[in-house]
């Protein structure tokens, strides 16, 4: 446990003595901002509740989420701290762990300095807070199931930018696997079985309810498995490769 | 404390360590040679646990390397090829995310923080990140990382590489005061520096163990070793010095005029030719006595197999 924290506490100070973690937090505001005022139409909706800000995160995390994770292994390797990490007494699944917790925070912190549109909403008329707290954290999950995906992507190569694309495609594959974009790939050959399995792999349909503020076991379940199996795949990733 | 027993690594089809077999005790200061790609790295990794072995074991301290990788690495400290580090953090961060991870606390890790940073001078650039440092500063905070929590083995390769004289220096010293009670492994393809430093000489190529004994005997495989040369300041008839009793061979060098006699096997011919010189009142400028060429020896031992295949 304590190397877990140990690992998270270098990696949450090496976010903020780069820019890394000031450009991410701030574009993510201005792009959260745009979307929920110019395309989510949250004044003209007149309605006290913050859902068009929150349909909008599995765009903005398609993007952003990969970006914050791509360095997070691919840096590692290529500068060759991963020979100095890997031979501290750290174990792999403690730094992964650990590297994950970091991100995880930094997309955790940026989410909570969203709040002035929580204070806009609650000034202008009588949101349920509930609600919005279970989106919030709905919100944060993905986040995480995003940060699984693209840590694993990232603990594949030494290239930073090979990372983040590879983590795109794969993230995209997740978000809109419900769509007709993946499913007809497997319209004309697969049965109804394999055809509700992949759609249900979505990260659109799964999060669909917890942005209205059901935050619902099969959703939280589903977030948290995506997030278990993409880091242990990180971790044989890891294992397997750490001296290529 | 250390033992090893017929390590190998593949990578795909090419055999990167062959075999190798060894034992290394307490106060032991090795110095891993070979020319470049003849696996002293990757055996060094293999020895950190950062590299599985394809074959064989390796114990340390009892413990095999397989099921005790974690209790093992806490016993060393290693300073790997290029010393890598976390270039964002500065070097005072650097050095206290190691102590944490080492478990150092309260009095004892500010007196080992204190001294590591005294004994490898990083004082001045303790809020420097460390990517804004020289070459020979990073190295410094690599080795100071390595030996931050007193290791019983210290693992270091390439430890000097890079760095000026005075900083090579200014390591080897620092090795030599660590090293009484310690197993230290330096790898290295500076021969001087084995020589200054080592009390163990592994010469490693195509993954083979091709020499394991003290830098003396290393020496004395030089045909150079306790050979005489002499340069006169003008010619003068020397014949007489290869009759000599025990010199097996003159060689005079026509670009320099350097000559060199060799020995018998065994046999001293210093102060015989000393006293030849004197009697005969040749005239001599300078008389020395050789200890060996290191850099002949590694050749011919890194490369006969080459040779006779």
Known sequence: MGNIWIVTKREFASFFATPVAYVFIAIFLMLSGIFTFFIGNLYERGQADLIPFFNFHPWLYLFLVPAIAMRSWAEERKSGSIELLMTLPISAAEAVLGKFIAAWLVLGLALALTFPLWLSVDFLGEPDHGIIVAAYIGSWLMAGAFLAISTCMSAFTRNQVVAFILAVVVCFLFVVSGSSIVLDAFQPWAGNLILDTVASFSFLSHFEAMAKGVLALNDVGYFFIIMVVWLYASLIVIEQKKAD | ?309
């Not at chain 2, 500065?90 to 944490?100: E, M, P, R, S």
Request: glycine share 8%.
């Open chain 2, 1 to 309: 404390m250390i033992s090893v027993k017929n390590l190998s690594k593949f990578y795909d089809h090419f055999k990167a360590v062959d075999n190798l077999s060894f034992d290394i005790a307490p106060g032991n200061i090795v110095g891993f040679l070979g020319p470049n790609g003849a696996g002293k790295s990757t055996t060094m990794k293999m020895l950190t646990g950062f590299l599985p072995p394809s074959e064989g074991e390796i114990f340390i301290k009892e413990r095999s390397i397989d099921s005790d990788a974690k209790a093992i690495q806490r016993d060393i400290g290693y300073l790997p090829e290029g010393a890598p580090a976390y270039g964002d953090m500065t070097v005072w961060q650097f050095l206290h995310f190691i102590a944490d991870v080492r478990r150092l606390k309260g009095a004892h890790r500010k007196e080992r923080l204190y001294d590591v940073i005294h004994r490898v001078e990083l004082g001045d650039v303790l809020n420097r990140p460390i990517d804004n440092l020289s070459k020979g500063f990073k190295r410094r905070v690599g080795l100071a990382q390595a030996i931050l929590h007193d290791p019983d083995i210290l693992i270091l390769d390439e430890p000097t590489d890079g760095l000026d004289p005075n900083q090579k220096h200014h390591v080897r010293q620092l090795i030599e005061d660590l090293s009484r009670e310690k197993i230290v492994i330096i790898s290295t393809h500076i021969l001087e520096e084995v020589a200054a430093v080592c009390n163990r000489v592994m010469i490693i190529a195509d993954g083979q163990l091709r020499f394991d004994d003290t830098p003396e005997v290393l020496r004395h495989r030089s045909r150079f070793c306790n050979a005489v040369s002499l340069r006169l300041s003008y010619a003068a008839d020397i014949s007489g010095l290869a009759e000599l009793d025990g010199v097996d061979e003159m060689e005079i060098d026509r670009k320099t005029g350097l000559v060199t006699l060799f020995p018998e096997p065994g046999k001293h011919i210093f102060h015989a030719i000393n006293e030849y010189v004197t009697q005969r009142r040749l005239p001599v400028d300078t008389l020395t006595l050789e200890t060996g060429r290191l850099d002949e020896v590694f050749r011919d031992i890194t490369t006969a197999e080459v040779a006779n295949g």
